[in-house]
């Protein structure tokens, strides 16, 4: 059997689109069950959870918690687990017809022990987040370490918006620790330590809907640039020097816009630095309004871009800066509102 673990928190509207997938799936329903783990919600997700449930059909035992956040609601989810294959999906993803009979039929082999599937757009999606889909899942934007098949600058870590692997993994490794942020690449990293067999499945897709507005898309890249300092702490492993190179574009491109003030040599090498992004703006714009067959999303995967970089440049010297000046081993945060804001 396999066990879908999905933590939600006020998003009983995504549930329904989601729910409404599992629903649909070419995968039998008796080999499989759901577990919504509630982390406190307060628009009716019970009553949504399980009236959906009942119109569909499904295997779905529903638990409730206090606000604690999704790694802690991962945990409860994998406590009371039944299948011998644990699935994380995300409330903001859809899941594809087939997703669970590729998981399936990958794990059948035997020759893997933890996967990671492939997240991309629906056509469905608003021209936004289509954009912001590019700039997350291209090599410009990721360098391929989200998953996508061919060249990649860094180990392949399964995310918990659509990753799974066997009990026997959770049995040895435990679950997952209380971070604010960066829960899923720790627990991957953990499995990769124990020597698992890890793999990207790239047929097992989900759509996901991810940030629908650039405040908010800024606000989550910005904490996962400082969640990449908390990481590195806990494993150096999980900090390479690929994922400093935001960071060093944002304040070497900083620095050269100061010292055009005072140096000719500074006011060339800074024109240089703003041709060549201007150049793989250009390369991204067109790439994305041919993949969309849109130029708005061309447009709006500039804009997209530019966000990512900066904000995740932005976060992780903010992290490095705060864990140089930190007493202790207690993690660093970046906006800490919510969660889930």
Request: proline letters at 4%; charged letters at 20%.
């Amino acid at each position: 059997m396999i066990s879908v673990i999905i933590p939600t928190y006020n998003r009983g509207e995504e549930l329904k689109e989601l729910l409404s997938s599992l629903g649909n799936q070419t995968y039998p329903r008796d080999y499989f069950e759901i577990i919504v783990v509630d982390d406190g919600s307060t628009d009716g997700t019970e009553s949504t959870v399980k009236s959906l449930a009942k119109a569909y059909g499904l295997c779905l035992r529903y638990f409730y918690q206090e606000n604690r956040g999704p790694g802690p609601s991962r945990n409860l989810g994998m406590a009371k687990a039944r299948g011998d294959v644990f699935v994380f999906i995300d409330s903001d993803c859809i899941a594809s017809p087939d997703w669970l009979e590729q998981i399936a039929s990958a794990m059948s082999t035997g020759e893997i022990d933890a996967f990671g599937g492939r997240d991309t757009f629906h056509p469905d999606f608003p021209v936004l987040l289509k954009a912001i889909d590019y700039s997350m899942t291209s090599f410009i934007g990721t360098g391929g370490t989200r998953g996508r098949s061919g060249l990649q600058v860094a180990r392949y870590y399964p995310r918990s918006f659509n990753m799974g692997f066997r009990r026997e993994v959770y049995e040895k490794i435990g679950g997952m620790r209380n971070l604010r942020h960066g829960q899923d690449i720790e627990f991957s990293n953990r499995i990769h330590r124990n020597g698992f067999r890890v793999a990207f499945l790239p047929d097992v897709v989900v759509f996901h809907k991810r940030r629908t507005s650039m405040k908010r898309f800024f606000k989550q890249i910005f904490n996962w640039g400082v969640t990449r300092i908390n990481l590195g702490r806990i494993d150096r492993q999980m900090l390479r020097p690929v994922h400093a190179l935001p960071a060093l574009a944002v304040a070497v491109y900083l620095l050269l816009a100061l010292g055009t003030l005072h140096s000719r040599y500074a006011l060339l090498t800074w024109l240089g630095a703003t041709g060549l992004a201007g150049f793989i703006l250009i390369f991204a714009f067109i790439q994305a309004a041919l993949i969309h067959r849109s130029i708005r999303v061309g447009a709006l995967s500039m804009v997209a871009l530019c966000i990512q970089v900066i904000a995740y440049g932005l976060g992780f010297l903010s992290g490095a800066c705060k864990m140089l000046f930190s007493r202790g081993q207690e993690p660093v945060e970046g906006f800490t509102k919510h969660y889930y804001d």
